[in-house]
């Protein structure tokens, strides 16, 4: 029972690899050679063992230990990649609003006009150019 | 191409040549460094990144130009942004410096010759092969392993990786994207001449640093930060 529990949670980081692949072929690779790793395990626990054997690490509950930390690692990395593409959007959406209100002062308009009399104008507002 | 140092020519035509200045909190300096570069510019564009200390209002006496930031985004993306407008207003050449005065707009000049000489799109200023007038031992050092490491992962024969002078024609500007915010920007757009291959001269520059710059400017552990910023833009390709 908990072989086909872990299979289906698995499953959901291969789902989740493919929805990464346009962000980064790097992440989407690394996390779906992990987690095939990982359902391999779960189906044939004797191969952890074995290959934890010839990997230098005492057990295979170790090496799944391992492997675990390495998946969180790179969800990280994921996840950050995701908070750097909110960042370049929510960047461009402040972009479009100040390319929207640049300030100039307005040069005097008749002779005789001091500088004073000048004004700070917004694009925005109708009165710059 | 990029060693290139030309004779004096007559002065440069200023029409059509743009500053963008990205600034924050830089109200003591700001309003010398716009008057000191209209003179070799027809438009200033300061950038004024939420500063909270009344950059934009000096800015703008001084005769510049003002696209203001609602929140602090960074450098990288303040100097998008005045590209951008810069563009949008029928700029024909891009110079970009830093607020806090340690460059000087004399010298704008000498990169417009720099680049038509050379029929390059991009000059980049470099401190050494210019001067670095008071700068520390250990920023003289990361910068120069700066140099190494986009010599490495560029390609590009530069002598100064992040100087914050440089000049841009309008195409090349419009070819640059800078995605970096921060001060990684610098790297990314030699990555950018690198990838596009636009042509590029190295034009020298003086860098004046001074107890104000030290004070605003990076530190030397920015430079763990841009490499944080490079690796993920790496990982996103």
Redesign the interface.
């Given at each position: 029972m908990i072989e086909w529990i872990l299979t289906a949670l698995l499953s959901v980081g291969l789902v989740f690899a493919v929805r990464e692949w346009k962000?980064?072929?790097?992440?989407c690779t690394a996390i779906v050679t992990l987690t095939l790793t990982g359902i391999v395990f779960v189906w044939e626990q004797q191969a952890s063992t074995r290959i934890a054997h010839m990997l230098g690490v005492g057990r295979g509950a170790d090496l799944v230990l391992y492997i675990y930390a390495a998946i969180s690692f790179v969800l990280i990395?994921s996840l950050?990649?995701r908070i750097?593409q909110l960042?370049?959007q929510f960047?461009e959406l402040?972009?479009a609003?100040?390319?929207a209100?640049?300030?100039?002062?307005e040069a005097p308009r008749e002779a005789g006009q001091t500088n004073e009399a000048s004004k700070?104008s917004s694009d925005a507002d109708g009165e710059g150019k | 191409m990029n060693q290139f140092v030309p004779k004096r020519e007559p002065h440069a035509s200023r029409s059509g040549v743009f500053a963008v200045v990205p600034a924050f909190n830089e109200a003591s300096t700001i309003g010398d460094v716009v008057r000191n570069t209209l003179r070799s510019v027809e438009r200033v564009v300061v950038?004024d990144d939420a500063s909270t200390d009344g950059t934009?209002t000096v800015a703008?006496?001084a005769?510049a130009?003002?696209?203001?930031?609602?929140?602090n985004?960074g450098q990288g993306?303040a100097i998008?942004?005045g590209i951008?407008?810069s563009l949008?207003e029928g700029a024909r050449y891009i110079v970009t410096l830093d607020a806090d005065g340690q460059h000087e707009p004399d010298q704008i000049n000498l990169m417009m010759e720099s680049m038509a000489a050379a029929h390059a799109d991009v000059a980049l200023g470099s401190r050494f092969k210019g001067e670095a007038i008071n700068i520390g031992r250990l920023r003289r050092v990361v910068l120069k392993l700066a140099v190494l490491f986009t010599r490495l992962t560029t390609g590009l024969d530069v002598s100064d990786s992040h100087n914050g002078f440089r000049m841009f024609s309008a195409a090349a500007a419009r070819q640059l994207q800078i995605?970096q915010?921060r001060m990684a920007h610098a790297s990314e757009i030699l990555e950018e001449i690198s990838r596009k291959r636009v042509s590029f001269v190295e034009v020298p520059v003086t860098v004046r640093y001074t107890d104000y710059s030290h004070a605003k400017g990076q530190s030397n552990l920015d430079s763990v930060n841009i490499l944080l910023d490079l690796i993920?833009s790496w990982?996103?390709?």
């Open positions: 962000r980064s072929r790097i992440l990395i950050l990649l750097k960042q370049e960047t402040c972009r609003f100040s390319l209100h640049p300030l100039r002062v700070v | 950038i934009a703008l006496s005769g130009e003002v696209v203001r930031h609602p929140i985004l993306a998008q942004t951008t407008h949008a995605r915010n993920m990982l996103r390709k």
